[in-house]
């Protein structure tokens, strides 16, 4: 780790203890007591040079992490953006599917209601071929009852001409 110019005094001060007083080891003393007195020592100019070099070591880092990240969340967005156009593409492609399905489903529908119609069409066909014929035998039979009827009169007719007749008498 490299260190700003001039703070290396600084930092072997900081972190040499002095002893101004009486020895740690006595009873009497407190562990914070030498504490407080190397603080006292450190100058405020030296807090500052330390906290400078801090700063202008891991700034550097710090702001390409900024800037890398930023560049991700904008990478994020743009790759949502596309996601969505895509999961929509999809959805568009769902529908025409579901829209093909429904007319594949039409034209069934419509070449059996075109057979329905054909089969209606010569179903009646045969039935007015059937009328046409049930017509004319209807119209034979009634010709030869009427036929039988005339024969029959004409037998009856006969048969009165033919019973003897009693004379007239003039």
């Known amino acids: 780790m490299e ?31 030498g504490l407080i007195e190397d603080l006292a020592i450190v100058d405020k100019k030296a ?6 070099g801090l700063i202008s070591h891991y700034l550097p880092d710090l702001q390409r992490s900024k800037q890398a990240l930023q560049e991700l969340t904008q ?12 999961i929509s593409k999809f959805k568009e492609c769902n529908s025409i599917l579901d829209i093909n399905a429904l007319f594949s489903e039409a034209k069934h529908y419509h070449n059996k209601l075109v057979n329905i119609r054909k089969e209606m069409l010569l ?26 009827e005339q024969q029959r009169e004409k037998e009856l007719e006969r048969e009165k001409q033919l019973t003897a007749k009693p004379a007239r008498r003039t």
């Open 3 to 33: 260190q700003p110019e001039g703070t290396q005094g600084f930092l072997l001060e900081a972190a040499a203890p002095r002893q101004t007083g009486p020895a740690l080891d006595s009873c009497a003393a407190s562990p914070d007591e």
């Open 47 to 52: 807090v500052e040079q330390l906290t400078e």
């Open 75 to 86: 990478n994020q967005v743009v790759l949502l953006d596309t996601l969505e156009q895509e």
């Open 123 to 148: 179903l009646h066909e045969k039935t007015s071929k059937l009328k046409k014929r049930a017509l004319k035998l209807q119209q034979k039979r009634q010709k030869e009852e009427l036929e039988r």
